[in-house]
């Protein structure tokens, strides 16, 4: 009676993947601003300590690979933060079952030390945009579609906000 040859279809509800291949960091919010992500430590500390307040949430490295999820419920905000020079390609998947239904991927992304790169709402009703904050100033730089590449807009505003980090001196 409980055993088959056919596999059970899966009722579970939608979730979300988040793969990250970057010199940043990945954080994930909730609406309640529950975490999921590295959990700073004592400055002279080896060990790294993560944490998953976002029910049925994980977030894991391996390598310089950073993944995190998050399951059914309420939409959840994504941050990153730029911890050296480079670039950054995020992966997000909506997930049904054993299926992935969407992936939105924004590649090749610029970064420096202290950007910050943010996308709200990922399992909103909107498409998923990433706000990137070159310079940490609290205005964004551009905003990014996921596809292909950047578009020559997209990249002058991230270039302006790398040129105001660089500290360079205004002439007069």
């Known amino acids: ?16 993947r988040f793969r990250i291949h970057s010199p940043v960091s990945l954080d994930l919010y909730d609406e309640e601003g529950n975490h999921t992500g590295l959990v700073a430590t004592a400055p002279d500390s080896d060990f790294r300590r993560f944490e998953a307040e976002i029910p049925n949430s994980y977030y ?22 730029g911890q050296d020079t480079g670039t950054f390609t995020l992966e997000i998947e909506e997930v ?25 709402d990922v399992g909103g009703t909107a498409a998923p945009s990433l706000s990137l904050d070159v310079n940490n100033d ?35």
């Not at 490295?61 to 419920?73: D, N, P, R």
């Open 1 to 16: 009676t409980y055993v088959s040859s056919e596999k059970p279809s899966d009722t579970s509800d939608k979730r979300w």
């Open 60 to 81: 894991k490295e391996f390598g310089e690979v950073k993944y995190a999820g998050a399951g059914s419920g309420e939409p959840v905000a994504v941050v990153l933060i």
């Open 96 to 120: 049904q079952g054993d299926a992935v239904e969407e992936t939105s991927v924004f590649a090749d992304i610029p970064v420096v030390e202290g950007t910050r790169a943010s996308v709200e």
């Open 138 to 172: 609290g205005v964004s730089d551009a905003s990014v579609a996921p596809g292909e590449g950047l578009t020559s807009q997209e990249l002058i505003g991230i270039l302006r906000g790398i040129i105001q980090t660089l500290g360079l001196p205004v002439e007069k």
